[in-house]
C-alpha cells in the first residue's frame, strides 16, 4: 500500500488559518485589550458580554462596527474559537499578561507570523493531518 501525501490546503484548513491570522490581527491591532473569551467573541461575532435580561422585542448589538474587521466569514462554536486560541497560546504565538484579568499580547513569533501573513510570505500555518 502506497501512501499519497497531498500538498494541498484542505477547507478546514484554510478556516484555520483564516481564524489564526484574525486572531493575531485582533490581538496585534489592539494588544492587552481582550482576554481569551472577548477576543473568541469578537471573532465569531457574537455580543462581547452576554447582555443582561433582554426585554422581549429588543434587538442584542451583536458587535460593535469597530470590531466588524476581525468577524470571521466561517462559523465558528465559542468553544472551538477558545481552542484555537489556546493552542497559539501553547504554540508561542500568543501570551498572557499577568495578573487577575489577563489578556493577550503577541510574543516575537506572533509579530513575525503576523507580518509574514501580511505580506504573503508565509508558508501554511496548518499542517496536513
Given at each position: 500500500?502506497?501512501?499519497?501525501?497531498?500538498?494541498?490546503?484542505?477547507?478546514a484548513d484554510?478556516a484555520?488559518?483564516?481564524?489564526?491570522?484574525?486572531?493575531l490581527?485582533?490581538?496585534?491591532?489592539?494588544?492587552?485589550?481582550f482576554?481569551?473569551?472577548?477576543?473568541?467573541?469578537?471573532?465569531?461575532?457574537?455580543?462581547?458580554s452576554p447582555?443582561?435580561?433582554?426585554?422581549?422585542?429588543?434587538?442584542?448589538?451583536?458587535?460593535?462596527?469597530?470590531?466588524?474587521?476581525?468577524?470571521?466569514e466561517?462559523s465558528?462554536?465559542?468553544a472551538d474559537?477558545?481552542?484555537?486560541i489556546?493552542a497559539?497560546?501553547?504554540g508561542g504565538?500568543?501570551?498572557?499578561?499577568?495578573?487577575?484579568?489577563?489578556?493577550l499580547?503577541?510574543?516575537?513569533a506572533?509579530?513575525?507570523?503576523?507580518?509574514?501573513?501580511?505580506?504573503?510570505?508565509?508558508?501554511?500555518?496548518v499542517?496536513?493531518?
Amino acid at each position: 500500500m502506497e501512501l499519497v501525501h497531498s500538498t494541498e490546503t484542505s477547507e478546514a484548513d484554510l478556516a484555520v488559518e483564516a481564524a489564526a491570522h484574525a486572531t493575531l490581527r485582533l490581538v496585534g491591532d489592539l494588544p492587552g485589550r481582550f482576554g481569551r473569551l472577548r477576543a473568541a467573541r469578537i471573532l465569531g461575532g457574537r455580543p462581547i458580554s452576554p447582555p443582561p435580561a433582554v426585554l422581549e422585542g429588543q434587538t442584542i448589538p451583536i458587535v460593535s462596527d469597530n470590531y466588524a474587521v476581525y468577524v470571521l466569514e466561517h462559523s465558528w462554536r465559542l468553544a472551538d474559537l477558545c481552542d484555537l486560541i489556546d493552542a497559539m497560546l501553547s504554540g508561542g504565538l500568543l501570551e498572557r499578561t499577568p495578573g487577575m484579568r489577563p489578556t493577550l499580547v503577541l510574543t516575537r513569533a506572533g509579530h513575525r507570523a503576523l507580518e509574514a501573513l501580511e505580506n504573503g510570505s508565509s508558508g501554511p500555518l496548518v499542517g496536513p493531518s
